[in-house]
């Protein structure tokens, strides 16, 4: 009967023993708090933000491995906006705008319709050049444009023979210009560009050459000799002192020269012209020397006034015709 109660006394310890270990493991695991979650969630939403703003890895895969993906929480108050189902912004229909430019001014020579080059008249004698010209530019010729008097002889033309019409790139259009021959006998070439509506000259040129006949007459009003020999002019040329002087007004100088193979009377004359709009030269008339055979040169002076970026050339119409290299020349007059 004794062993029995120490064995009850053993049996009772032995159950207050495990219970008390139970008690113990109860406390280890607490129950979850509300706020604890939430904390949670935010950490793992704010870890998936930066993780989309990382740049995207160079890898041919369009997937990322699935352990580099967190999940987000399921918790949308805790989260808030799912920004990982958001696209890339669209840019394939946004048009970037090319800056505006100005067009081309730009002609070229088509066909001379009327008056071939040395075409004889007599003096004073009227008539009607005619050139087709290409719009070889980018600028519809509108009736504002019109081809320009650019310089050598005039020949009692007007300054300027407007367009009758637009002319679209890449059209060609006949212009007209009713001319008069001089009274002198000799050779006259007139030098013409079209120019835009606010005046501006196009870079390419045109002319008219003609040949009035009979004799010369000098600035007296008496004949001048008939030239003669059989001498030959060869290499022409002209040149300028100083093509871009920096003083203002200034005098510039023009040497041209010329071979004469044999003894001869040589009719002669300077040209010039300008880019300058309404710019105009005063210069000496058409002059019959009789010179050596050799070498020869023949000087020039142009008083220049005002700004102008310009030409000067030599020709000559007797004994033969030629016509010397264009010396081009500016001045800039301060404001």
């Known amino acids: 009967m004794r062993i029995d109660n120490k064995l009850a006394c053993i049996l009772v310890g032995f159950s207050l023993l495990i219970a008390a270990c139970s008690s113990a493991a109860e406390d280890a695991s607490p129950t979850p708090q509300p706020e604890s979650v939430l904390t949670a969630a935010a950490q793992t939403a704010q870890a998936q933000l930066t993780e989309l703003a990382k740049p995207k890895s160079t890898s041919t895969s369009s997937q990322l491995p699935a352990e580099t993906i967190s999940p987000l929480p399921t918790d949308s108050a ?14 394939s229909g946004i048009i970037t705008p090319t800056p505006a430019t100005g067009g081309v001014d730009q002609g070229e020579f088509w066909a001379d319709l009327t008056i071939p080059d040395g075409t ?3 003096p004073g004698e009227t008539f009607t050049k ?24 005039q020949m009692s033309a ?20 009713d001319m008069t021959a001089p009274q002198s006998g000799g050779t006259y070439t007139g030098f013409w560009k079209m120019q835009n509506a606010a005046g501006e ?30 001498g030959r002019v060869t290499a022409a040329s002209i040149k300028v002192d100083d093509a871009s002087p920096s ?7 023009f040497t041209a020269s010329f071979t004469l193979s044999e003894a001869a009377a040589v009719t002669y004359k300077m040209e010039a012209g ?62």
Request: proline letters at 7%; aromatic letters at 12%; charged letters at 15%.
């Open 120 to 122: 004889d008249f007599e």
């Open 78 to 91: 805790a989260v808030g906006t799912d920004l990982s189902a958001s696209p890339d912004p669209d840019t």
């Open 158 to 177: 007007p300054a300027v023979a407007p367009l009758t019409g637009n002319v679209s790139p890449g059209a060609t259009v006949d212009v007209s210009v």
């Open 247 to 253: 003083d203002c007004p200034h005098t510039f100088t």
């Open 274 to 335: 300008s880019d300058t709009p309404g710019f105009t030269f005063n210069l000496p008339g058409e002059q019959t020397v009789s010179f050596d055979a050799g070498s020869h040169t023949v000087i020039y002076t142009l008083d220049i006034q005002d700004s102008v970026s310009g030409w000067a050339q030599f020709r000559i119409s007797a004994p033969n015709k030629e016509v010397s290299n264009q010396a081009n020349f500016s001045l800039s007059c301060g404001s």
């Open 201 to 230: 000259f196009f870079e390419y040129q045109v002319f008219v050459q003609i040949d009035v006949l009979g004799g010369q007459v000098s600035a007296a009003g008496t004949a001048l000799p008939t030239p003669s020999g059989d």
């Open 130 to 153: 005619v050139w087709q010209l290409r719009n070889s530019g980018t600028n519809t010729w509108t009736q504002d444009y019109g081809l320009a008097f650019f310089g050598g002889e």
